[in-house]
């Protein structure tokens, strides 16, 4: 029996001290040396904007009257459901934000006047005057990453991966003028983008939030989203009434983590990150960004929330970065030792602004920062830099000098939301972003045909919008929700009844009459963060819908009609199969609310003439196979089927179509296994660190929200034998995992399809409440299975094997290639049972639990 083990016969290392405790870090004159070296290495950055000595008087001046609880809730940031006006005059709360697509007042319809009057209430609260507490301005900050997705009847932009296939910096600055412009008039101040990552690994779900693998394409049109923000740097224009302070994101590597997993561990040395991941950085910077999030991923160890040489050494020091280093959503707590309202780490790494969302955590937090001041874990020269940081961008934002939201000129403006120029705007976007891979002599189509449009994808606004519309994840939300919108249907039905053809829409191929071309729309459903990390390219194989178009492709093809493929993506994919059936393909990428912009291109005028040409080039490398994730421009051996900058126009000298291969190359574990490696190799605890833990954090789709109570469990070393003995009390719940201390996951890629977890186990009282075992690929893709029968089932003090199929934890979220927990197990019950031999095996044991 082959099997992978990866608990075995090593002593058990438990880590609850560890995960229980939050320690300080050292930061002795001992590191400055070889800091200082390493950092030689990172160039130096001239900031757009140049320190304004009244400025820099006022901050002083302003910073000596606070006190220590008013200076720590200035670095404080609170979702809008978790805070109320009267906290913000108690507490003096520094930002909000709407997060996850909270709306105010959870109200999904609200107009823009409606949001504007809760910014007023909020600005109100915070200047409230109040003995012994200074006025400070509040920031409200939002996701209006492609557009003011959050408020109803917004113009959506392409996301940014469009936005880079366009290549047009000018186009850019005007997108992100027009967005700061639609976010102003809602009162709001910040905006919490560009994202200015250089994605590496197709398989990562923020894919569409990069503008490119390219590092000098992602600065030029970052630095385009900053200027168009807030506004030229130092001119009467920077951050005007009409601009909002920009952030870039994610500080730094978030889009070069290890198999695409969002929130992994960022790979290469130093060099790697300033040859790729800094360049957007330097050109933010040298635009005169504001605010620089930090990542959620980790660097050689170490989150990059705790990370200080990143943080405070590089981006602070010799990046000359001088605005607001803000956490993500809740990300201090992914540092070890550390939980959401306890973090000196953080605060000492450089952390300067706290996105705390949820009550009481940010009250926990608000006085547990308190404590760990007064007690010298943090010092109050690192909470007067935080702070004075906060208050100098505020005073650049013109906070004070700004009338209060409501009685803004700019909110009166109700009318530039979704406005028609904004439109046109958003229009000429996705002309400009569409790539032609494929042309047969099908385009430009004659609108004077009769053409039939198929898939519902042709109908939902949503669809081609993408993650980050109306909701974080923009998933089941209706066309009702994009008032002023144009899907795809309605744009080429427009266009072909004006011009006098003949247009049908049909969900099915096989309800098409006699036409004389198709259009065939499908691709991603949307997605957001990591919801949308992928195991493989070939991810559509999988998906019904696009089965579904695939079949429709291959009908119209055998009936000889001629067909076009419209894509929707938020990342290139291996689609050969659809390649190969369809006579023209269009990588349309996620185009936003502006759907009519397809038709422009798709279709010549009535004459046949070309009304606007093909424009748009690949940002990214473009898969020939399933396993091609990682083929970006300059790799050594990389080999694209379609290069970064392809693109074919109506003017292009057109090939004969050579066929695609077909094969999956062993499905979608197939490229897990590597050219020549074993499907299976022994790997065993003592060679990856893998140790048991007591579990703090909720695997749950609550995310870390839900501490768990350590007494409720018990866990130590075997007496006499290796593994582990573990003592649920009945009193609550408890989890145990097995977790690795390094990021060493090299031995995952053997994992095949077709294999179980196995462990074996010895029980010595049996579950009296349910039993789940747990596979995790990151914190939110944890799949719990239910394996509480099956221990029921075991005879008492005998050692018996366990398998679980796994397919039971890869049906929902857990991703075999990223897998982070390879075994956890959790009740809330009583529970007596030793474990050892946890591992993966392709035998199947007499007690095993399948899912089908």
Known sequence: ?????????????????????????????????????????????????????????????????????????????????????????????????????????????????????????????????????????????????????????????????????????????????????????????????PTVAVARDDRWGRTYESFSENPALVASLGAATVRGLQGAADTQDFLSDRRVLATAKHFIGDGGTALGDDQGHTL????????????????????????????????????????????????????????????????????????????????????????????????????????????????????????????????????????????????????????????????????ESLVLLKNNHVLPLNPTQRIAVVGKAAKSIATQAGGWSVTWQATDIPNAMFPGASHIYQGLQSAIQAAGGRVSYSDSAQAVGDVDAAIVVFGERPYAEMYGDIQNLDTLEFQQHNKIALQQLKVLKARGIPTVAVFLSGRPLWVNKELNAADAFVAAWLPGTEGQGI???????????????????????????????????????????????????????????????????????????????????????????????????????????????????KAQPLNGEAGVALQWSGKGFGRVVLRNGRPDNDFLLQYAYGAALELTVRIK????????????????AATPVDITQALAALPHNQWQRLTVDLNCFTRERADMSKVDIPFGLDTEGALDIDIKDVGFSLSRAKQHITCD
């Not at 550390?338 to 009481?360: H, K, S, T």
């Not at 937090?365 to 100098?392: E, H, K």
């Not at 422009?600 to 009535?606: A, G, I, P, Q």
């Not at 089927?641 to 050579?658: E, T």
């Open 268 to 431: 290469g040395d130093e060099a790697e990150l300033i040859k790729t991941h800094l360049p957007g950085y330097i050109s933010a910077i040298e635009a005169g960004v504001q605010t620089v999030m930090a990542s959620y991923s980790w660097w050689q160890g170490v989150h990059s929330h705790g990370n200080t040489y990143l943080l405070t050494d590089v981006l602070k020091g010799r990046l000359n970065f001088d605005g607001i280093v803000v956490s993500d959503w809740q990300g201090m707590a992914h540092i070890e030792g550390c939980r959401i309202d306890n973090c000196p780490q953080a605060v000492n790494a450089g952390i300067d602004l706290f996105m705390i969302p949820y009550a009481p955590d940010w009250q926990a937090f608000y006085a547990n920062t308190l404590a760990q001041v007064r007690a010298g874990d943090i010092t109050q020269a690192r909470i007067d830099d935080a702070v004075a940081r906060i208050l100098r961008v505020k005073m650049r934002a013109r906070l004070w000098q700004k009338a209060s939201p409501k009685q803004r000129q700019v909110t009166a403006m109700s009318e530039v939301i979704g406005d028609s120029k904004h439109r046109a705007l958003a229009r000429q976007a996705v002309r």
């Open 599 to 713: 038709a422009d291109v798709l279709l010549s005028d009535k004459h046949g003439k070309v009304q606007y040409n093909f424009t748009g080039k690949l940002p990214f490398s473009w898969p020939a196979g399933v396993c091609d994730a990682v083929i970006n421009q300059g790799e050594a051996g990389a080999k694209p089927l379609y290069a970064v900058g392809f693109g074919l126009g109506y003017d292009s000298h057109i090939k004969p179509w050579r066929p695609l291969p077909e094969s999956t190359q062993a499905g979608s574990y197939g490229c897990l296994m590597g050219a020549n490696r074993p499907a299976y190799q022994a790997a065993n605890l003592a060679s990856h660190d893998w140790f048991f833990a007591l579990e703090k954090k909720s695997l749950s789709r609550k995310v870390i929200d839900a501490p768990v109570a350590m007494e409720n469990i």
């Open 1 to 193: 029996m082959k099997v992978i083990k990866l608990f075995s016969s090593v002593a058990v290392v438990m880590a609850a001290a560890s995960v229980l405790g939050c320690q300080s870090i050292e930061t002795d004159g001992a590191r400055a040396e070889p800091v200082t070296r390493a950092l030689t290495q990172w160039p130096a950055v001239t900031p757009g904007v140049k320190k304004d000595p009244v400025i820099e008087a006022r901050v002083k001046e302003l910073l000596s009257q606070l006190s220590l609880e008013q200076k720590v809730a200035q670095m404080i940031q609170v979702d809008l459901a978790h805070v109320t006006p009267e906290d913000i005059t108690q507490y003096r709360i520094g930002s909000v934000l709407n997060g996850g697509g909270q709306p105010p007042n959870k109200n999904p319809d609200a107009s823009v006047g409606e949001w504007a009057a809760y910014a007023e209430m909020l600005y109100q609260a915070a200047m409230k005057p109040e003995a012994g507490k200074v006025a400070i301005p509040l920031l409200w900050g939002t996701d209006a990453v492609h557009g003011h997705g959050n408020l109803k009847g917004a113009t959506l932009y392409p996301h940014n991966i469009a936005l880079g296939a366009t290549g047009n910096a000018d186009l850019v600055e005007e997108i992100a003028k027009a967005t700061a412009l639609e976010v102003a008039v809602s009162g709001i101040d910040w905006n919490f983008a």
């Open 765 to 780: 009282q049996a579950p009296n409440l349910p039993v789940n075992a747990i596979i995790a690929s990151g914190h939110l």
